[in-house]
Each structure stands twice: as structure tokens, then as C-alpha cells.
């Protein structure tokens, strides 16, 4: 048998030998699967034992064997312990199958359902990280190493209750077994299992180095095959497929290259183990009984039984050095995949998150105190330098500034994807995080991506009350959007395609606004909610806005200055600093940066 996987690429060996195999000792991933099953200790037990078992009454089958043959070869032959023997057999062969039978249901009872939970508690683990964590992951990759280690997992059980459990009982029977004849053949059998294991331990070694590396490199190209087919839009308008196809090819060339130096340790593995079994433990075993019996040492009966075991030893040890093999591949996989997803961390044994609850409410004002901030990946760029703003409840605040200048980081922190490090935050002169913030905000963002599910399901993500029908036809009349919603087939129970494909962007944005109505927060944050819109749709849902945002706290970002013209209030933006604040015609009066990009307005954007 040879142990063939497809492994990882050629250009990565370096690096993971130093860096990601060194970490091959610490098992988070067994460790943390382990614990989990750890708090159902009796149903594991039960299963077990009847696993244990069915094994035992197979395992003793070549004892009967060897005394049924001695009870038939004497003269005149042990007829009624022959019957006995034969009916041993029998009980054990049916009482074999009848507890295995046993066993495999209690498994389907008592396990499988807790095996298949345990992908709630990676799932629940990925999605619970904050913001910044699915800003450096490659979501295909992500998404791939959830479904590798729950797959992996669940194999390993299987495998440990149907396959080592067996080996086990098989392993301890054969020494049983041979020591019962002479203790010379046991200390053979002993000692090629000690050679062997020192043996697979070197050769395997190599093989779980590549092993990571493939569970790498597969992963990244499982990963850019979701990311283009999620993509297929952009594939499709710039006819790449030929381009997005070779690239594939190429991820694959990678894997292959790899392969080759795996299937090559594969080979000296399995060789070395057919050495000791082919070569050594079977010719000694069975020249030095066959002598001894020849001798009248030991009796044509323990002859048979001796060879009987000899054949359950070459079944049972090809399967324990077959499952050696794959259970440290596996594990390769699975803590590559562990390590990508949670770091050197155990997990908890949770598969729920936390429900949003509802935030504080804003009596007076939210107050930004010389906010600065850096992205974590970019410590040495401040992105935005000592923001301060008085924000009075019901006040309609503008923000604006060109490309880069830090208004779409300041959204992103009152949303509460990053902490304030530093700076503050208050709402009515008490210091409030981003996190509790980010509870009385709602958001309509500039691109609204829809999940692949019915306009009513979309309609209603944003609110974590339980909502009527009634409610998001409400909503969604508010948004300008009913009117094309009921003109589609199957209305709100239609599917909107995968990230809303199936609607237009103007559309697409009715629906956020219609989840911004459902879910009514105190504070509404609206980031070029219009800028990627034709003149209709923007009629439309810039009606759809100005009703929306009537009795809310607004904090809009735009290119368009012409929206914001009828704001309370418009701040400035350039170069992570605020440069000017006030009405719309307080800063053209003031003729400064604000006036300028006025000025050079083309079709209603900031000119870069």
C-alpha cells in the first residue's frame, strides 16, 4: 500500500520547514477538538466499550482455531471438544457482528451529531473575530480550512473508533497469543514493531513537511477558485477566463512539483516497513516455530495458531502503519489550517455568538476627542491626526475630502471595526467604545453587497428583532423599493443572487435603505450612499434618504457635494486632519479647501 497525497509547492519548502513545521508539536487543533469531545466522556465510553468489544471476539478467533485443528489431528480425534470449539467459533463470529452492529449505532446516535456540531464551534470561532482579522485572510482560504478541519475531525473520530480501537485489541491478542506458545516469538514480534516504529518515525517525518505545505498550497488555490468564481462578473465583462484558467494551472503546477518529493518519502516509508515485516519478523517467526515444532516443542495445534496470527498480524500491522501515515498527515493538514484560522490558541467550546443587544441611546451629544488612528498592518502612517467634533443629537453632519484623506476610516470606526487607541469617544459625557457605539448606528453603505437569499431575508438581516411581513413591506416602501420588488417574480420571496447580482446598484441601494428603516437606530451613517447611482435612481433614493434620516443623528460621507448642501453642518477632511467645518455657504464664503473642490466639481464629484 502505498500512502500517495497531493502536496504542496516546491517554492514554499524553505520557509515552512523553519517557520510552520517547527510548530508541529503543539497539536492546537487535536487539542482543542479533543476537549470538546472531552465534556461527553460517557457516551464516548459507551461507544468504545462496545467497539472494544466486538474487536475482542474477533481477535481470539485463531485460539479456537489452533485447539479445534489439535482436538480434529489427535487419534482418534476430540470429538466433543471439537463441537465445543466449533461453537466457540461460531459465538464468536456472530457475537462479532452483533456488537459491532451495536457499536455502529450507538456511533450514529451518541456521536455523529456532536462530530457535526463541532463545525459550529470553528464557524462561531472565524465569526466572531473582529473587522481587522477578515481584512488580512484570504475569505476562499478562510472557508476552505473551516470545512478541512471539520472534515478532518470527523474522519479522525471515525477512524479512532472503527480502525484503532481494532488495531489495538488485534495488537495486545497477537502478543497474547504468541507468549501463550513460547516467548521467544513474542520478543521477535516485539521487537520489529520497536524497529519499525523508530523507522516510520524518521521516514514520516519528511512526509508531514510536505504534507503542510500542501494543505497550504491547496487551500490558496481552493481559495482563488472561489474568489473567481465569486468574481465571475469582472471574469466575464474583461473576457478573462483563458487569464484566470492559466493562473489556476499554475497553482496546480506548484502542487505537483511538491508531490513528487512527498511521493518519494512515501515510497522509502512503505519500503522500509515491508522490510521488517517481509524480510525479517515473517521469515524468523516461521522457520523458528516450524523448527521447534519439528523438534515436538510445541504441538501441530499451536503451529496452527501461531500461523493463524501470523496472517491477523500482516492485516492488522498494514493497517496500523497505513492509519500511522494518515493520522499524521492529517494532523499536518488540520494545524496548517488551525494555525491560518486561530493561531497557536486552543479554542473554546462555544458555537454561540454573542446576540446584539440593544445599545444606550444618545440624549444630547457624541463627541470625538483628538481621535488618531493607524491601520494595524500600516503602524507608521496616521491616517487620522487628533479628530475632534461635537455632534448634537439630531444634528445632519457632512464630511468630506478627497481619496485618501481618512472619512471612510473615521465611518469605519464609529462602526466599530476597530478600537480607539487613541483619543475618545463620548456619548452625553460619558466614555463609550467603539463596540457600544457601533449599537446605535445604522449603515447604508456605497456598494451593497446582498446575500444569496430572498429580498424579504435581505430586507431583514439588519435587525436582530423577530419582524413581520407586514414590517419590511413597510420598510421597504419607505425606500422607494416596493415598487420594483412586487414587479419581479416571486416578489419578496425572490432570490436576489449571489452579492444581489440579480438587481441594479440603485436597487441594490433601496434595500439597504429599507434595512436601515428596519432596523431605526438613533444614528444613521451613510458612505457615498448615492455616488454609484444614474439620475433616476438617485431621485429615488435620495427621496428615500431624506425620510430615513428625519428624527436620526446623520453622519454622511459623500464625493457628491451637491447632496450636502442642506446639512447642518459640513466637516472637512485632508490629509487625516480636519481643515474647515460649517455650512455649505459658510465655507464658500471662507473660500478654502472646501470652496475649491466646489469650484472643481465635475458632474457633481470631487475632481481628484
Known sequence: MVCMRACGHASLVGSLKSKKYAAKNTRYSIRSFVSYLSNYKLRMFIVAALFVAANVFLAIIPIFIGKLVGALATTPPQTSNAIIYVWALIVCSSGHDILWRSAEIAYMKLLNPLLYSYENILFSEVISKPYPYFVDKFTGKLASYVSTISQEM???AETFFYNYISQAVNLLAIIFILSSINWQTSIIFISGIILMAIAGKFTIGNSIKYERIAADVVSTKNGKIIDIIGNFISVKAFHKEFQELQSIRLEQTKTIKAANQSFAWSIFFWGSMSFFVRHLIWPITIAFNVHMFLNGQISIGQLTTLLATILLFSSTIWDIIWQFSQLNLKLARVEEAHTYLFGAV???H????ARRVAGPIIEQSLTLNNLSFNYPDKADTTVLKDISIVIQKG????????????KSTLAKLLLGYYPVANGSIELDGQTIDTQSLSQLVSYVPQDTSLFHRSVSENIAY???????????????TQANADEFIVNIADGYDALVGERGVKLSAGQRQRISIARAFLDDKPILILDEATSALDSES???VQEALELLWEDKTVIAIAHRLSTLRHMDRIIVIDNGHISEQGSHNELLKNKGLYAKLWLHQSGGFIEE
Open 538 to 540: 438617485e431621485v429615488l
Open 154 to 156: 470527523r474522519g479522525l
Open 462 to 476: 439588519a435587525t436582530s428583532r423577530d419582524v413581520e411581513h407586514s414590517d419590511i413591506v413597510h420598510a421597504a
Open 395 to 406: 444634528e445632519k453632519i457632512g464630511v468630506v475630502g478627497k481619496s485618501g484623506s481618512g
Open 346 to 348: 486552543k479554542l473554546k
Open 350 to 353: 462555544s458555537s454561540e455568538v
